[in-house]
């Protein structure tokens, strides 16, 4: 590949040790975001010796890839803090080392998540404005797909933090899913304005008094996540972490009770004969791997984890959504916003009378 | 009907008026339960213009049946406090009533939630050794139900809270259910002892260290609980509500989607034809209406919730879990597990060195 690639051409950092089947599933992953994703090159962090045969087989995929030889790897019992201090030559840190130093734009890792975001904070910083970054994905719904965060980086947060989020949620929707005006909604035990704790209590008064990035539609129930009632979910990353898992081993449920109804007898199997097409179409959409990629938002860089047991198509689905958090330029929409609306975050920040002495 | 019933005889307490659907959906229900358990009586309070001429094309149920007037009903948008105090010759209430005065042994109602806490919370009061009831329901999964707990009565909870939580769930398992040792488990986000908030940690740490009525799983994640890694999953109602309601939206989701395949092509409808009888099961094993009944446990008297917008069939199946509850002796065997574990719920109070010069 050429050093300096032209300003259209994206690179990505890619972590090739993280991962169940790694490095196998993330070259494999990368030969297939190529094809879905043109004028990206990749730097490809791992064992040379591993990662050099895979590419062999892929001369198309070969061209674009610079592999950059280390034999550290973070494991997945290895406590973040532990990550932090001994990990610096490892795969995952020099893969978000590139993005620090301005030489890759994203990292895409499937590796340890703790480790992943202790060490991409570390080096990436987090925006300004930004008190701590979130985990977002998507969450598939009836009315399309909608996007939650924290996913679990943040196990408690105060009304800033979920404000913060919702500005980054928001922004999420305008620049990345191009909605007009994304609709945020704070997930509690009821819709109605005094339901809930007082942090919650408290992040629904600021965002009815300020100006996002989007409309503010209140507080949202836990049945109106899959009913696509908003476009933006915004919790804490205790509540989003059980609502995702919840809906993953539900979904796991519903497809195995299908299973085993279609498998009941020799007519709902020649019914499954039939319908076949038609539920060729549900698998795709059902397809865990079509959501896989959970975006850390909030960082000084743009930083995608995947899942660690999903194989090369969910790998490049991964990839994909970290190219669009890129082409889309997430981070500096949410810099320019955070100016703009940097006032109305802290509303008594301004209010206080301290600041006038200053 | 008689007015002392013979010992194996139970008086159950409708509250008529509540639910969308009420007073004909209750009357209905209470003529399905009516087949599933004998030896049951019912005091029904409503509305007695609006019950007489439904008992009256129901001459069996009519015979089980003896209605107690009343014309005050609370609605659904009264708040708890309200309800208290100016609800005092409501329908709800004097259901209540009947089971704190013993002429009921459980009191079953499909109107609002929290005036139904507030008020069974007054007047029935807890259970010795319980701080606060929680609200328990069934999980369908993998292997069958689990049932889980608290599902909204508690948005916050201390250690101690879940600690009892967990041993009412674990009583529940055994005495109800029929389970030799059941599992509980601590909803959280990672399985590993580290893992979640102080609160979460000191409970685990409780738990492990005193003897439960069944066997402590530790923490479990969002996904164990469809699957039923565990009988008895423990949370505070804030997790367990948007736990609940996540999987309900997310079931609906599926059966939404799973229409519309069908629907989808020529072929997919023949399938269906085909496959209609092994749907048919499928549909009643994922029909809310068998999991309708939330229970109210810890208070000093037997107390199931309805969902408001249930039929008869939904109705009939909350009756049917508040038969169980007292049929199988729930707060009797609640009582005396807590006279025996009590030491080892609050062992620090044991080990106090005040209490040595008391």
Redesign the interface.
């Known amino acids: 590949m050429t050093d300096r690639p032209a300003p259209d051409r994206l690179i990505i950092a890619l972590d090739a040790m993280g991962g169940d089947r790694a490095p196998a599933m993330v070259v494999a992953g990368a030969d297939i975001a190529r094809r879905h994703v043109p004028d990206v090159e990749y730097m490809v962090f791992g064992d040379e010796a591993r990662i050099r045969p895979l590419l062999k087989r892929r001369p198309k995929l070969a061209e674009l890839c610079r592999i950059i030889h280390t034999t550290d790897v973070i494991t997945n019992d290895v406590k973040p803090s532990v990550a932090l201090r001994a990990g610096r030559q490892s795969s995952m840190r020099l893969a978000i080392n590139a993005v620090a130093a301005g030489d890759a734009q994203c990292v895409v890792s499937a590796g340890n998540t703790g480790a992943l975001m202790a060490m991409a904070k570390f080096a990436l910083k987090t925006l300004p404005g930004i008190d701590r970054p979130a985990i977002a994905s998507f969450f598939?719904?009836?009315r399309g797909e909608t996007v939650m965060l924290d996913l679990?980086a943040n196990?408690?947060c105060r009304p800033e933090h979920l404000v913060q989020f919702a500005i980054m949620g928001s922004i999420f929707g305008k620049a990345v899913l191009g909605l007009v005006q994304p609709s945020v909604g704070v997930?509690n035990?009821g819709a109605e304005a005094l339901k809930?704790?007082e942090t919650l209590k408290e992040t629904a008064a600021r965002l009815r008094d300020m100006e996002l990035p989007g409309t503010f539609h209140g507080f949202i129930?836990?049945?109106?996540?899959?009913?696509g009632t908003v476009d933006v979910v915004v919790t804490d990353?205790?509540?989003g972490?059980?609502?995702?898992?919840?809906?993953?081993?539900?979904?796991?449920?519903?497809g195995?009770?299908?299973k085993r109804?279609?498998r009941?007898?020799i007519?709902?199997r020649?019914?499954?004969?039939?319908?076949?097409?038609?539920?060729r179409?549900?698998r795709n959409?059902?397809d865990p791997r079509q959501y896989n990629g959970a975006m850390f938002l909030g960082l000084g860089g743009i930083c995608v984890k995947s899942h660690g047991g999903t194989d090369a198509k969910g790998f490049s689905n991964a990839i994909t959504v970290g190219v669009d958090l890129v082409r889309h330029g997430f981070n500096e929409k949410v810099k320019l916003e955070l100016q703009r609306f940097g006032r109305s975050v802290r509303p008594e920040a301004v209010a206080a009378p301290g600041a006038m002495t200053a």
């Open positions: 598939p719904t009836l679990g196990i408690e997930l035990v809930g704790s129930e836990g049945n109106d996540v899959p009913a990353g205790f509540t972490n059980v609502a995702l898992k919840i809906a993953e081993g539900t979904a796991r449920l519903y195995e009770w299908l109804t279609f009941s007898s007519f709902a020649l019914g499954y004969l039939l319908a076949a097409n038609a539920f179409k549900l959409r059902t």
